[in-house]
């Protein structure tokens, strides 16, 4: 390769690092849910979307919606008391409560925009209704917070470091999501999540105590083999707890203040 050609080249992936970082630092702002600063690139309507688009596609991977319509019936009384009663009425998302049929996978799950999803496998293990209102209330956490959003933001800076186009790609991002590669929240998505989970469960009149039953649901759930938290994404549900009571003690000081 000529040196001249060389140069060029870094001088045109220079350019390109200093537009991507600008751009990025031009989207930062402030989550008025949350107070949290962050690169946001997707207005609500789009986050809406990208989650109607891609709900078919979960579901079926989770062997289709679950046929029972009272089951399905009192997951959506709970998430829309838990909605109706603390700041998540106030944003423009749509929420919508599915039911997954799967027997098999313990999980809860949030797309972009409000459609929150549970599995049978968990559904069947939760002990009340306060333990679900904990469950969503925790999804609701995570639309609030923006986490997909931000992660799609995140993988957008990187792509145009690597190919040097800005655009989101709408069904790239639907595609990812569909694999799971967007749905991985980190450790601190998952503690705000808790967090935020605990304030909603106060505000609709639930126990947010049973939440910590829901982490020891996960916990036996996982077995003695389970991965440690240094090794996993996600925070280990013993650290969990302590996150929740500290939250729990926090909120109940400033209800009584």
Known sequence: MRRGNFKVRILIFVAIAAFAFLRKCSQEEVNPYTGKKQA????????????????PGMA???????????????????????????????????????????????????????????TQALFARLENEDQLAGVLGHEIGHVLGKHSNERITNANFWKTLAMGSSAIDMGGVAQQIGNGSLLKNGRGDELESDELGVKFMLDAGYNPEEMIGVMEILKAAAGPNRVPEFQSSHPDPENRIEKIKEAIRNYRNKKAS
């Open 40 to 55: 946001i690139s997707l207005s609500p309507q789009e986050e809406i979307a990208i989650g109607l688009q891609s709900a």
């Open 60 to 118: 079926q991977q989770h062997g289709g919606l679950h046929p029972n319509t009272e089951y399905q019936a009192f997951v959506d009384n709970v998430g829309n008391k838990l909605i109706n009663n603390s700041i998540a009425k106030q944003t423009p998302y749509k929420y919508e409560f599915h039911l997954l049929a799967d027997e098999n996978t313990i999980n809860a799950f949030a797309l972009p925009g409000g459609q929150i999803f549970i």
